[in-house]
């Protein structure tokens, strides 16, 4: 059993940065891909971020590439969304995923996971 908690949302305006920081914890993190989703109001669950704990090999949805930085630190086994030049689209709640998958790559394209974490709000105004 893996528990995630998210932080670090918030509301900011168009062009900001924000930090989201998961948490982890109940087991090894080692064979495990780490990811961000999100959902928007009235819209299904978006993949954002992932990256494979054993390696740090990482992808990115077309819509965040070049603006969010997924990142882990294995000491404090936490998993990091940096975000940059957020934009009003970028408003929805984000969540914590982990899953027992093979790459970063499979995460994105089957958009499933094992984990989630509960979520946290983040705000774009314009």
């Known amino acids: 059993q893996v528990h995630l908690v998210e932080s670090g949302g918030g509301l900011v305006q168009a062009g900001d940065s924000l930090r989201l920081s998961c948490a982890a914890s109940?087991?090894?993190?080692?064979?495990?891909?780490m990811g961000w989703f999100r959902q928007a109001p009235g819209k299904e669950t978006e993949f954002v971020a992932a990256?494979?704990?054993?390696?740090?090999?990482?992808h990115y949805a077309d819509s965040v590439k070049g603006r969010f930085t997924i990142s882990r630190d294995n000491a404090e086994n936490a998993v990091y969304l940096q975000m940059n030049s957020l934009k009003p689209e970028d408003t929805a709640v984000y969540y914590c995923?982990?899953?027992?998958?093979?790459?970063?790559?499979?995460?994105?394209?089957?958009?499933?996971?094992?984990?989630w974490g509960q979520g946290t709000q983040v705000t774009v105004s314009s």
């Open positions: 990256i494979r704990w054993s390696g740090g090999t990482t």
């Open positions: 995923a982990a899953d027992l998958g093979t790459s970063a790559q499979t995460m994105g394209a089957m958009g499933t996971a094992d984990y």
């Open positions: 109940g087991r090894s993190l080692e064979s495990f891909v």
